[in-house]
């Protein structure tokens, strides 16, 4: 199994830029898809970005392509999410989580995400 801790969240003006850091311990870490998601309250949880095992194919949300960038290190065991030129819009909490394999799901969609960090407040103000 993958445990995923997040960190690096906090309070930001528009414009600024933030690192979100996750985390990962478990054998399979490796072999996952990574995502990050993201959810404001009364939202339903919202798709940010993926990447895949390799690093070699990474996908992002319309609303963050542009600004946000995601990475991983396997030697550190560690999943990045960059983010830049935040807005107001971005204000959320942001999950790190681990898709699982196979998936009758896309990268994209939350629900073939099977391990999930506890989250990270971001807060962007105007």
């Known amino acids: 199994q993958v445990q995923l801790v997040e960190s690096g969240g906090g309070l930001v003006q528009a414009g600024g830029s933030l690192r979100l850091s996750c985390a990962a311990s478990?054998?399979?870490?490796?072999?996952?898809?990574m995502g990050w998601f993201r959810q404001s309250p009364g939202t339903e949880r919202e798709f940010v970005a993926f990447i895949t095992a390799s690093g070699g194919m990474r996908y992002y949300a319309s609303s963050v392509k542009g600004r946000f960038s995601i990475s991983r290190d396997s030697a550190k065991n560690t999943v990045y999410l960059e983010m830049n030129s935040l807005k107001p819009e971005d204000t959320a909490v942001y999950y790190c989580?681990?898709?699982?394999?196979?998936?009758?799901?896309?990268?994209?969609?939350?629900?073939?995400?099977?391990?999930w960090g506890q989250g990270a407040q971001v807060t962007v103000s105007s």
């Open positions: 989580a681990a898709r699982g394999a196979p998936s009758d799901y896309s990268a994209y969609d939350v629900r073939g995400y099977v391990y």
């Open positions: 478990g054998r399979t870490f490796s072999s996952n898809t």
